[in-house]
Structures are given as C-alpha cells and as structure tokens.
T-cell receptor, first 112, second 113 residues
Framework: EPEVTQTPSHQVTQMGQEVILRCVPISNHLYFYWYRQILGQKVEFLVSFYNNEISEKSEIFDDQFSVERPDGSNFTLKIRSTKLEDSAMYFC??????????FGSGTQLSVL | AQSVTQPDIHITVSEGASLELRCNYSYGATPYLFWYVQSPGQGLQLLLKYFSGDTLVQGIKGFEAEFKRSQSSFNLRKPSVHWSDAAEYFCAVDNNAGNMLTFGGGTRLMVKP
C-alpha cells in the first residue's frame, strides 16, 4: 500500500540553525500539508499546498517557515532559524482529494 | 473559531467490550468531521468522516460515528474492541472539506486482555 514517507524520523539541531524536513507524498496526490504536534499539545495545522502554491497557512506559519516541492516528488518544510519552541513532531500529509488525507509517521524535531 | 474537545484523555476497556469515544465541536456552520487513529510509530490514519447526509457513518476497522447536531457531538463507537485497537484517537473538524483540520487533544485507548 502506498504511504507518505518522512525523513529523518528524528532530527536534532541547535537553536538558530536552519532545518529542512523532507516528505515524499503518495505519487498521484495533489494536495499537500504540514501539521505539527508539540509534546502534550494538539496537532496543529501549519500549511496546505496545491498547484505549486500555498493555499492556506496558519498563524504559526510565519516568515521563518517555507515549503517547497522542488522536483515533483518531494515536499519539504524549511525552518530558517529554529527556536526552542519549534521542537515538535512534524507530520506531512497528502491527498488525491482534500477530504481523505494520508499522514506520514512524522519527524521529531528537537531544538537544543 | 472552530474547536474540538475530546473530554477523555485516557480510556481503558476490556477486549470484547464496547467502546465510545467522545468528541464535541464548536463551529458556526455545518462542519466536516473526521476521526483519525494513530498507532505507536505510525502516522494518522483516517477512520471515517462526515460531510452531510446520514448522520451515522461507517468507517474502517468496524468503527462508526454518529453526528448529533443538537449536542455538537461526533462520538466514535465500536461494538467489540480488539487488542489491536489500542492507539490514540483524534477527532477533527474543518470548514473546507479537510483543507485545514482542527484537531482535538486525542484520547489514548488501552485494551485489557
């Protein structure tokens, strides 16, 4: 069964460093998303991406964040200068239709 | 703003017993409602969704959920729980067919043998 793949499963970085979280969505999907879950808190929407552009973004998704689909298969989330509060589990999701999303198993980001 | 509340953080049931996980939402218009399940080390998997029509929806793995507008609820049920159902369950609401989900805090289900 096809699945959304996220790498790495765990990333540790120093505060102020740039990180890129990588996702390979399911190949014929059209809608792409990033969500995150800070430990002990709810899963939060970050951004949705369709037709090579951002379609929605939350207040969390400020200028430090960016997304890209560089080569038609990968979907990346970049955090330009990480802060301690960016530590969270980041989930990528994709869907052929918006109402049925497939989530990856997440990347645990730890900012020290 | 839309919000979702799952009142039970943890629930423990015996294998074979029935299960009901509660979900209450706050939303001004007709919501799109979802239940997701997350097993350890896995991503979120869609169990079922409600957009319109029959208020009782069937999902995968024998789960069902009932939309009750008067109670602003969308509780998840299963008549007989299996040990493999132990996981965390998330209720979610959206105003745009899944484009920007708002999740509840999750309910962790444990199943006793």
């Amino acid at each position: 069964e096809p699945e959304v793949t996220q790498t790495p499963s765990h990333q540790v970085t120093q505060m102020g460093q740039e990180v890129i979280l990588r996702c390979v969505p399911i190949s014929n999907h059209l809608y792409f998303y990033w969500y995150r879950q800070i430990l002990g808190q709810k899963v939060e929407f970050l951004v949705s991406f369709y037709n090579n552009e951002i379609s929605e973004k939350s207040e969390i998704f400020d200028d430090q964040f960016s997304v890209e689909r560089p080569d038609g298969s990968n979907f990346t989330l970049k955090i330009r200068s990480t802060k301690l509060e960016d530590s969270a589990m980041y989930f990528c999701a994709s869907g052929r239709e918006r109402e049925k999303l497939f989530f990856g198993s997440g990347t645990q980001l730890s900012v020290l | 703003a839309q919000s979702v509340t799952q009142p039970d953080i943890h629930i423990t049931v015996s294998e074979g017993a029935s299960l009901e996980l509660r979900c209450n939402y706050s939303y001004g218009a007709t919501p799109y409602l979802f239940w997701y399940v997350q097993s350890p080390g896995q991503g979120l998997q869609l169990l079922l969704k409600y957009f319109s029509g029959d208020t009782l929806v069937q999902g995968i793995k024998g789960f069902e959920a009932e939309f009750k507008r008067s109670q602003s609820s969308f509780n998840l049920r299963k008549p007989s729980v299996h040990w493999s159902d132990a996981a965390e369950y998330f209720c979610a609401v959206d105003n745009n067919a899944g484009n920007m989900l708002t999740f509840g805090g999750g309910t962790r289900l444990m199943v006793k043998p």
